[in-house]
């Protein structure tokens, strides 16, 4: 069982520069694919980025250049840093775990557990 807890989040305005963190508890995340998803008021929820237990990562296509995600195993902690927000932006920020599959070491396709969240508000 992991729990996650995602802090961070805050007002800033377009342009601004926010870093998140997602601290788990229960289990250590290095056996885990993290991730970072969003959603919006009235909007489904979209993954931000992801990176595996290797450090590999990826972004979606509307952070991309502007959002960094990376992993401390050691904090137990996983961050966003975010650049250049903008409006867009704006959303709740939740955080996300998914096991590795026994012996291709890949990222399972589901997530299995989720933080309650953090708020994100940029403003023009």
């Known amino acids: 069982q992991v729990i996650l807890a995602e802090s961070g989040g805050g007002s800033v305005q377009d342009g601004g520069s926010l870093t998140l963190s997602c601290t788990a508890s229960?289990?250590?995340?290095?056996?885990?694919?993290m991730g970072w998803f969003r959603q919006a008021p009235g909007m489904e929820r979209e993954a931000v980025a992801a990176i595996d237990v290797d450090g590999r990562n990826s972004r979606a296509e509307p952070v991309n250049g502007r959002f960094t995600i990376s992993r401390d195993n050691a904090k137990n902690t996983v961050y966003l840093q975010m650049n250049s927000l903008k409006v867009e932006d704006t959303a709740m920020y939740y955080c996300a775990a998914r096991g590795v599959r026994k012996g291709s070491g890949r990222c399972n396709t589901s997530y299995n557990y989720w933080g309650q969240g953090t708020q994100v508000t940029v403003s023009s």
């Open positions: 229960g289990d250590t995340i290095s056996s885990y694919c």
